[in-house]
């Protein structure tokens, strides 16, 4: 069954750092971009980058550069998000989601969410 | 950033209704535009790519238009089980940005 499988929910203190798997199955991880998405609780959805899994490649919505990092293990299929100085808004669920293949700024599969909540 | 408006934010409809949700861009995202639904607890589900086009294993009672900066997302004969968040995606410019939601309830 093609899917995306994520990891990495928890709760972290304020000033540390989070980082999301995100395993892909049934397809080759190669071929398809793979984005992030954050859904704060109640509120709605916000793009925050993506890598392309054959050369590393990345690209951040600006006001993640320079706390966002993107990379990926192709032996294994997993990407990893790590976001780091971890404030209490960036509580929210995690998700990872694949480029279509004929336009990989579209978004075809998603993955099933990492809560990530940060507190003391 | 481009900036995209859903309307409704909210909706009440019976099963059997017709029901439209717009999406406008705050500048011309030619075709580039989907639409996923989302139930709560779950991730975002695909339902249309490219304005029109069809997920896989999505119902022909949903469709979609326009073209530049408005679009229309139209479920032609609404279903129980088609409650959820509605949400536009633009991508044709950088950062993407998604709609605000459009959440349909079934009366």
């Known amino acids: 069954q093609v899917q995306l499988v994520q990891s990495g929910a928890g709760v972290k203190n304020p000033g540390a750092s989070m980082k999301v798997s995100c395993k892909a199955s049934a397809y080759r991880f190669t071929d398809n971009y793979l984005h992030w998405v954050r859904q704060a609780p109640g509120r709605g959805l916000e793009w925050m980058g993506w890598i392309n899994p054959h050369t590393g490649d990345t690209n951040f919505a600006q006001k993640f550069r320079g706390r966002f990092t993107l990379t990926r293990d192709t032996s294994s299929g997993t990407a990893y998000m790590e976001l780091s100085r971890l404030r209490s808004d960036d509580t929210a669920i995690y998700f990872c989601?694949?480029?279509?293949?004929?336009?990989?700024?579209?978004?075809?599969?998603w993955g099933q969410g990492a809560l990530v909540t940060v507190s003391s | 950033d481009i900036q995209m408006t859903q309307s409704p934010s909210s909706l009440s409809a019976s099963v059997g209704d017709r029901v439209t949700i717009t999406c406008r861009a705050s500048?011309?995202?030619?075709?580039?535009l989907a639409w996923h639904q989302q139930k709560p607890g779950k991730a975002p589900r695909p339902l249309i790519y490219?304005?029109?086009n069809l997920q896989g294993g999505v119902p022909s009672r949903f469709s979609g238009s326009g073209y530049g900066t408005e679009f229309t997302l139209t479920i032609s004969s609404l279903q129980p089980e088609d409650f959820g968040t509605y949400y536009c995606l633009q991508h044709s410019t950088y950062p993407l940005t998604f709609g605000g939601g459009t959440k349909v309830e079934i009366k």
């Open positions: 490219a304005v029109s």
């Open positions: 989601a694949r480029g279509r293949a004929s336009d990989y700024t579209d978004l075809d599969l």
């Open positions: 500048q011309g995202i030619r075709s580039d």
